[in-house]
């Protein structure tokens, strides 16, 4: 008796025998049988059990049955009925060999016996009746033919003695709680019954069998086969299971990898998967037919054994198929391809290291599935078998058909996605600047990475000169990825330098670029229906003579800043609304940046992420940017390189940001008062050989003597103009750094002057073409209280 089986043991002889052929259990059955007791015979060769002229060989199959004779105590020879399992070391325990015999069973039934009253031939299942102590009383046909032996060989054993599996002994407590209980159970189970030793699912229902006094005297066990629906629940969830985890990423290598975990050990004992090279750039899709051989790379293998054993290609090898091979061969047919034995043989024979591969690992049946997604093909996966003995089968085909057709198009996906991403990286470096001038208002420094994982969006950022040795300086983000937000980020980087080039508040800025982004979303809508056009903007003007720096935002993050002395904080803004709304107003700010301040301006893809929140990210932000904590805090960082790399470093991940970044840094000039000089013009045209004077008088005090006529002349046109067709009050300005002399002259009126052509008689007019000949570049901008014309004079000859 044990916990598992609370009953007399003995009416079986049982015995087990380790791989080695030594006996290392005997029970009390046996005993009875061959008159040994346990001290006697374990430890020792089971072969000496047999009487003289028996076979010593242990039997080849996974189950035996059949008539030995062994030798009793006494030296007498007993013939023995035997039925041998073999079980592979499970969980610790050593594998070997159960050998089991009724000693019981067999004669007339009582009468009144309910076990016997159980009419089991007309029943088209299989059935089989237990005793109150699990013990085979009967079967019907149809169980007789599923297990394999006859009835009267099986009366009296134990379910797990009959089927000498682990599960048998599940299904017994089971039956045990069937006759402890007296009510009924279901159970499913999937194990061999059988001598065939293949894998078969059953659904046991189990009834009390009762007496008619109605105690409990056996149990009816009627097993029903449902491998097919099982297989085909089995083969469902792992069509489900590839389409959740082959995808995950629009990686190439990542997918094949997906493919082969996916299907190992669940479909096959060894997966390889093999691609074509991408057609060239120019060229759109694949192949929808190849001819061998056929060059493909390895992109991925999985195996049952740890390590690959039976790869020959290591991934990211290229290797070259002829025919016949399984991937030259299926490829070639464009159809799924099947092999074992003899064909697996041919298949292999132009590869001698192949085929040692398949000879050493027992690799007995093989299938090769092209990859095909869209009219082209992709590549080849191999599926081999050599631990689980079934071959593959048409349903197997469907399966493997099924899971790589998925793939395929997450292949192909990954390519296009691949292929766009190198387009809309090549257009965005083509839009953004390579470099940055060099101003005379911010020494500047920039970084801008493309997403890791997404497709290039649309951060754009630029440093644009201004007249007046003024700077302006953007961020921007337009919404999307893709080519699109690339081709969208050009278009609004134009329109804002094209704006910035005339001067305009930022606010003002703003709101014409949000008219430009309201239009673009309706050209690129359809039928009436406005597209998914939009961006956020961050727009500064930094004014090196004043010290002053304007700022508006189109629901952009808010900059930071450092000045000299202080840690970084972010920069206080009104919140703009994003451009593409309209209609919506936007507010500018003016702050004070003294000589040394960083100003950081970024896209939000800096500042984002899933493990953070924003408010946490600037923190960082403003950290990194103060440096090291050796660092001095009463000074700004030294490099600004140095900073952008410490920021990137602080807040991304290893493996790249998931959304794009820009980040520009700039630290802020100022232009000292002794280079900047100021005069209040009378409006009198008498006096303007009098400010010629001064000016000439100015320009060689900085030292520009060659400049001097030239400056005089431009003078005397702007101030002449102001004079004749300004208002008061009338201002002249000089600005001048080692390379520009800037002439602005301003006045009252908002009336914008421009050239025209003076005709032959004409007495005027050719002041400002004289003006625009003269200078490396002039124009006008309209102030709160008028205009201002300005023109630069180059002071370093080219």
Not at 225 to 235: G, V, W
Not at 459 to 478: K, Q, T
């Amino acid at each position: 008796m044990s916990s598992g089986y609370p009953f007399d043991d003995a009416d079986t002889a049982r015995a087990f025998i380790d791989d080695e052929g030594v006996l290392v259990e005997w029970n009390e059955g046996a005993r009875r049988l061959l008159g040994y007791a346990p001290s006697d015979i374990v430890g020792r060769p089971a072969a000496e059990l047999l009487a003289a002229g028996a076979n010593t060989a242990l039997p080849p199959d996974p189950r035996w049955s059949g008539t030995l004779a062994l030798r009793h105590r006494d030296g007498r020879t007993v013939s023995v009925w035997l039925l041998v399992h073999h079980r592979r070391p499970q969980d610790g325990d050593h594998g070997g060999w159960l050998v089991v015999t009724p000693l019981t069973g067999g004669g007339p039934s009582p009468v009144d016996d309910p076990l016997a009253r159980t009419d089991l031939t007309q029943s088209p299942c299989a059935v089989a009746i237990y005793d109150d102590r699990l013990r085979l009383h009967r079967i019907n046909g149809p169980m007789a033919e599923v297990i394999g032996l006859p009835e009267e060989r099986l009366k009296g054993l134990r379910l797990p003695e009959i089927g000498g599996r682990p599960q048998s002994e599940d299904i017994e407590q089971h039956m045990y709680r069937v006759l402890t209980t007296g009510r009924g159970n279901d159970v499913h189970s999937y194990v061999p019954i059988g001598g065939d030793g293949g894998m078969h699912a059953w659904l046991a229902r189990m009834s009390p069998i009762t007496d008619a006094e109605g105690r409990v005297r056996g149990v009816c066990v009627a097993a029903h086969d449902f491998t097919e629906q099982y297989l085909a629940r089995e083969r469902l969830q792992l069509v489900n299971e590839a389409s959740v985890r082959i995808g995950t990423t629009l990686d190439v290598t990542r997918t094949a990898q997906e493919l082969t975990e996916v299907c190992v050990p669940a479909l096959a004992d060894f997966v390889s998967v093999d691609l074509l090279d991408p057609p060239a750039d120019d060229v759109e899709g694949y192949p929808a037919s190849l001819t061998a051989p056929v060059a493909l790379c390895r992109a991925a293998h999985r195996s049952v054994t740890p390590g690959c054993p039976e790869a020959v290609v290591e991934p990211g090898r290229v290797d070259l198929y002829p025919s016949p091979s399984p991937q030259a061969d299926a490829l070639v047919a464009g159809r799924t391809i099947v092999a074992t034995g003899t064909e697996l043989g041919r298949w292999l024979a132009w590869d001698p290291a192949r085929a040692a591969r398949v000879r050493d690992h027992g690799i007995h049946s093989t299938m090769a599935v092209p990859i095909q997604a869209r009219g082209g093909t992709l590549g080849v996966a191999v599926f081999s078998r050599f631990r689980r003995p079934a071959l593959f089968t048409a349903d197997d085909v469907l399966l493997a058909e099924e899971i790589t057709a998925r793939a395929a198009v997450c292949v192909d996906n990954a390519r296009r996605f691949s292929r766009e991403r190198r387009t809309a990286l090549a257009l965005q470096r083509s839009l953004l600047p390579r470099n940055l001038p060099r101003t005379a208002a911010v020494e500047a420094a920039f970084r801008y990475l493309p997403a890791a994982r997404t497709g290039v969006g649309g951060d754009w950022f630029d440093v644009i000169p201004l007249s007046g040795m003024r700077v302006a300086m953007v961020v921007g983000d337009v919404v999307g990825h893709g080519i699109q937000a690339s081709a969208t980020m050009g278009r609004l980087r134009t329109a804002v330098r094209t704006l910035a080039d005339i001067d305009l508040a930022p606010d003002e800025l703003l709101t014409h670029l949000d008219d430009l982004v309201v239009r673009l979303s309706g050209e690129a809508g359809q039928d009436g229906v406005t597209g998914e056009v939009g961006a956020t903007c961050l727009y500064a003007v930094y004014d090196p003579v004043s010290r002053r720096c304007t700022i508006a935002r189109a629901g952009h993050p808010t900059p930071v800043m450092m000045v000299p002395g202080r840690p970084p904080r972010p920069v206080e803004l009104p919140a703009g609304p994003p451009l593409g709304l309209g209609g919506l107003p936007f507010e500018s700010a003016e702050i004070a940046l003294p000589e040394g301040t960083v100003l950081g301006l970024y896209t939000d893809g800096l500042i984002e992420s899933r493990e953070r929140d924003v408010d946490t990210s600037r923190e960082l932000l403003c950290a990194a940017l103060a440096g090291p904590p050796s660092a001095d805090p009463a000074s700004a960082p030294g490099s600004l390189d140095e900073a952008c790399d410490r920021v990137l470093h602080a807040l991304l991940p290893p493996g790249g940001a998931s959304d794009d970044v820009a980040l520009l840094l700039a630290r802020t000039r100022s232009m000292p008062a002794s280079q900047v000089a100021t005069w209040d013009i009378p409006a009198d045209p008498a006096l303007v050989a009098a400010v010629r004077k001064q000016v000439a008088g100015q320009v060689e005090t900085w030292g520009h003597t060659d400049a001097v006529f030239t400056a005089e002349l431009v003078v005397s046109e702007l101030v002449t103009n102001a004079i004749r067709y300004g208002e008061r009050p009338i201002r002249l300005r000089l600005i001048h750094d080692a390379a520009t002399l800037i002439c602005e002259v301003s006045d009252s009126s908002h009336t914008a002057p421009h050239l025209r052509r003076a005709r032959i008689y004409d007495e005027g007019g050719r002041g400002l073409l004289l003006v625009a000949q003269l200078t490396q570049r002039w124009g006008s901008r309209h102030t709160t209280d008028g205009k201002t014309i300005w023109a630069e004079l180059n002071l370093v000859e080219e």
